[in-house]
């Protein structure tokens, strides 16, 4: 009797994986982060007081998606509003938005809430001030304005999706740190109030408070004893600092010196070809 093949055989053949496609990767890197509610690089869900997304403010915004996007391999969908221009970006593990309104901030942190009407309620009672707001019956919705020192803030309720084409590649560069300086006291009391934060000092002798994720407030007034500044940078997260800021330089921007004033990184302050302030920072130099 002649030999009988087993066809079991062919599901015992070791499996050769095969890495998918870049696009497809993306694609499904984004779809999993919108699935769960990621922020940045994490797997935890947005809880209340969460950075969720981060408005840049740009001259030109197409101008400034070729120059981020040669920087940091950003893609973006354009989005054009009340005859303002915007980027958002789709292959970053936490939105940024590049707009380019003139009266707009340079910078806006967008914070997650569990209840926008509630926290618009804390923001008045703690002396800050909201601008604009769409608050929903059931908790949802959005507002904006400014804290008690005059510092922009944007708090929503995660939860709407928009459809948008799908990235082609991973981003070299994510949100790493939204740096506010300001007085500590003041601040702590506020977004303690309106967002829940815990400010935690870097170290015991650290003028630096860590509060959430991805967010710093910086004590000016006590490291130098002058009057405060309130401000906020946004510092982008990359493997080495020292090719991104000659990256910089070759696409017609100005790249800070680099300095390790960040606990164990280094950051470094740029502008972009059209004068845009952003930072870089990185655990490695070279």
Known sequence: MPDVRDPFDDLRRPVVPLAPRPEFAASLRRRLQEEIEMTGTTTSRQVHGDLAMVHLRVGDADRAIAFFGALFGWEAERVLFDEHVSH???????????????????????????????????????????????????GGGWARGVDDQG??????????????AAPTHGATGEVGLVFIRADVATAESFYGAVLGWDFTRAHPGSFYFDTVERVGVFDEAAAFGTAVEPSATLY??????????????????????????????????????QGTTFGVMSAVLE
């Open 236 to 273: 982008v997260s990359v493997d080495a600092l020292a090719p991104v800021l000659a990256r910089v330089e070759e696409l017609g921007g100005t790249a800070g010196e680099p300095a390790q004033d960040m606990g164990p990184y280094f950051s470094a302050v740029c502008t972009d070809d």
């Open 151 to 164: 510092l922009p803030w944007l708090a929503y309720r995660p939860g709407r999706r928009y459809e948008h």
């Open 88 to 138: 958002y970006t789709i292959n970053t593990a936490m939105t940024i938005r590049l707009l380019d309104d003139p009266d707009a901030p340079p910078i806006v942190p967008n914070y997650a809430v569990a209840d926008v009407p509630a926290a618009i309620a804390a923001v008045d009672a703690a002396g800050g001030r909201v601008t604009e707001a769409e608050p929903a019956p059931d």
